[in-house]
């Protein structure tokens, strides 16, 4: 079974520029998860979504950042503009239920120069 | 408010050394679930066990043992016999019953030397 896939797997873009991360969930998951990962906060979550409506936004660092979940099987996050201090990895998870594990994406690693 | 602690920031160990990764975490909640992630050096995150608060029994997974203490809010995670390609950054983590919001520590960076 194919797991959670984010592309790109790496993004170099320039300060100012807009950034659209994709995720596709584990199909059947009712749960979708954005993570950030740096070195200085560790792994924070930003937004997720149950039955693709947005539980809990409070993760989002600013107004910069937005994240979508059309359907059950897409989800975008995007930062416009991107600033330096946005580059991170960026992590996508899904679960079944709420006391089932999440399952990590590879993750998009992105520099914003 | 809920935590998850883990103290050791990094630990080096040699080949067949058997090691432990602390996990303590905080939390109101009567109902909750914690959890241990690896993050090898290709930068994955990987699941590795699920346990229920109700659920004081410990398991083992072949190398792999963990001690869920409710008395003393710890969920440890022992490898036995390690091995180089255990090396990687373990997270615990804790949701409560009534959230799918994950509370993660700043994991461990384990290194295991030949």
């Known amino acids: 079974d194919a797991g959670v896939i984010q592309s790109p797997r790496h993004e170099v873009t320039e300060m100012g520029q807009e950034v659209t991360l994709r995720c596709k969930p584990i199909s059947g998951h009712n749960s979708l998860f954005w993570y950030r990962q740096t070195m200085m906060r560790g792994l924070e979550l930003l937004i997720y979504f149950n039955n693709n409506v947005p539980i809990d936004d409070s993760g989002m660092p600013e107004d910069r950042f937005s994240a979508k979940m059309p359907n059950a099987s897409f989800s975008t996050l995007k930062i416009q503009p991107s600033e330096p201090r946005d580059s991170a990895v960026y992590f996508c998870?899904?679960?079944?239920?709420?006391?089932?594990?999440?399952?990590f994406g590879d993750g998009t690693r992105l520099s914003i120069l | 408010a809920q935590k998850v602690t883990q103290a050791q920031t990094e630990i080096s160990v040699v080949e067949k050394e058997d090691v432990t990764l602390d996990c303590v975490y905080e939390t109101r909640d009567t109902t909750y679930y914690l959890f241990w992630y690896k993050q090898p050096p290709s930068g994955e995150l990987v699941f590795l066990i699920r346990?229920?608060?109700?659920?004081?029994q410990n398991e083992i997974s072949g190398r792999y043992s963990w001690n869920f203490q409710k008395s003393t809010s710890s969920f440890n995670f022992t490898i036995t016999a390690s091995q180089v390609v255990d090396s990687a950054v373990y997270f615990c983590?804790?949701?409560?019953?009534?959230?799918?919001?994950?509370?993660f520590g700043t994991g461990t960076r384990l290194q295991v030397f030949p």
């Open positions: 983590a804790l949701r409560s019953y009534n959230t799918d919001k994950l509370i």
């Open positions: 346990r229920n608060s109700f659920d004081e």
């Open positions: 998870a899904s679960s079944l239920e709420y006391d089932q594990p999440q399952h």
